[in-house]
């Protein structure tokens, strides 16, 4: 079931950025939010990057900032458009995470940032095996979203942040284990960090493999 306000924050560029604003405050604002992924990383310039479920390029910029060799993937067109128009020195590609149009370990690092809460199980599945089968043996997936919190001072702002914007998939993701989910797929050593009493999540991924 989706919310009221929900297709209001994707209609109007406003609303959304708003709710981006006050939900990251905690972690230092927007822009903060969007060097998590990103801060740790030693890679390379020339590494080759993939911002996937990219939506309006907004992260797709951080990541330019660091890298020159970035491709934003997204299903909706209207998305990339807007990405093209945002950051024009990315590469992007219309297609579905569950199936890239891209050969084998191609990409060094993989970054999702707050999009698999908006999956079904079965979708969130088939795009993690889908960006290990693209990732370069000793590749990074790093991946941003929502979490359980551990602090029960924040159970309030996540419950209603997911009943006025997002759908059961949210909930879904929250209650469960992300990190049992990348190890069964084969992904190890995996990093995490949380943020925000354990309601943001942010883990660092590797693909097997030497570089």
Known sequence: MTSILRPLS????????TVTAISSVPVGGP?????????????????????LCCGGGVTTAALCQRFDNVVGLDAAATAI?????????ASYVVAQAEAMPFAANRFDLIQISVALHEMTPEQR????????RVLKPAGTLAILDLHRPHNP??????????????????????????????????????????YSGGSLQALWARKPGDR
Do not use: C, H
Not at 81 to 89: E, G, H, I, V
Not at 125 to 132: D, K, P, T, V, Y
């Open 10 to 17: 994707y209609r109007y560029a406003w609303l959304y950025d």
């Open 81 to 89: 458009a807007r990405a093209q128009a945002l950051t024009p020195q």
């Open 153 to 194: 001072l924040f159970w309030p702002a996540i419950v209603l942040f997911i009943e006025l914007f997002e759908t059961e998939t949210a909930w879904q993701l929250v209650q469960s284990d992300l990190i049992a989910q990348l190890q069964a797929i084969g992904f190890g050593p995996i990093e995490e960090k949380l």
């Open 125 to 132: 599945q088939q795009i993690l095996q889908e960006a290990w």
């Open 31 to 51: 822009q903060r939010l969007r060097q998590i992924l990103i801060e740790p990383l030693t890679l390379p310039r020339s590494a080759q990057v993939l911002d």
